[in-house]
């Protein structure tokens, strides 16, 4: 059983940075493919970034945050993290961590069976 918990989130102002992470529990983190993933209100669930099951392989899933979002892993810690710089008011969204035993990584959510409660992330102007 996988447990995903994401933490990192807050309030930050546009151009600045957050960090947040996403202890994996119940699972070798080295085994599961892993993704961000995002929510605004009223809007569908959207890849922000894949990892790979050994971390070598990443990429992002919108133009939008590539070259700005950085999705890495730490096998030995069991965490995934997403680095997040340049921030903008449009990345404001309910940001969740989310995992595959096996398999390769995608950006479509319906890849993924274990998903964290989400940590909230807020940029303003």
């Known amino acids: 059983q996988v447990q995903l918990v994401e933490s990192g989130g807050g309030s930050v102002q546009a151009g600045g940075s957050l960090r947040l992470s996403c202890l994996v529990d119940?699972?070798?983190?080295?085994?599961?493919?892993m993704g961000w993933f995002r929510q605004a209100p009223g809007t569908e669930r959207e890849g922000v970034a894949t990892?790979?099951?050994?971390?070598?392989?990443?990429?992002s899933c919108a133009d939008s945050v590539k070259g700005r979002f950085t999705i890495s892993k730490d096998n030995a810690k069991n965490t995934l993290y997403l680095q997040m710089d340049s921030l903008k008011p449009e990345d404001t969204a309910m940001y969740y961590c989310?995992?595959?035993?096996?398999?390769?990584?995608?950006?479509?959510?319906?890849?993924?069976?274990?998903w964290g409660q989400g940590t909230q992330v807020t940029v303003s102007s």
């Open positions: 989310a995992a595959q035993i096996l398999g390769s990584s995608y950006c479509d959510r319906r890849f993924y069976k274990s």
């Open positions: 119940g699972y070798p983190s080295t085994a599961l493919s």
């Open positions: 990892v790979s099951r050994d971390g070598s392989d990443s990429a």
